[in-house]
């Protein structure tokens, strides 16, 4: 059974970092790419950040643009998300996503408040 778990997430104040890990057990992670999707109270899923298979390419949603980065590392089964400068707007559920087979994880809450 595929699992994907998500950690990392808290309360920080404005400005602070918090880095997001989503391990993933019972399937290898190498050959997938994976997204970061974040849930605001009241809004919207939406997209974050995308790393591919190799981690050679990344994407990211334009409000996280230099202040976010996605990284993985395969031997670990595991992908990141780095989060800098962090502002009250980035308060939501995190949550990963196995890409190819449309595998979540159960989120982390992120908190940003002063």
């Known amino acids: 059974q595929v699992q994907l778990v998500e950690s990392g997430g808290g309360l920080v104040q404005p400005g602070g970092s918090l880095r997001l890990s989503c391990v993933v057990s019972g399937s290898t992670v190498s050959n997938h790419p994976f997204d970061w999707y974040r849930q605001a109270p009241g809004k919207e899923r939406e997209f974050v950040a995308g790393?591919?298979?190799?981690?050679?390419?990344?994407h990211l949603a334009a409000s996280v643009k230099g202040r976010f980065t996605v990284s993985r590392d395969n031997a670990k089964n595991a992908v990141f998300l780095l989060m800098n400068n962090l502002r009250p707007e980035d308060t939501a559920v995190y949550y990963c996503r196995d890409w190819a087979r449309d595998y979540w994880g159960q989120g982390t809450q992120v908190t940003v408040s002063s």
């Open positions: 790393i591919t298979s190799t981690g050679s390419t990344a």
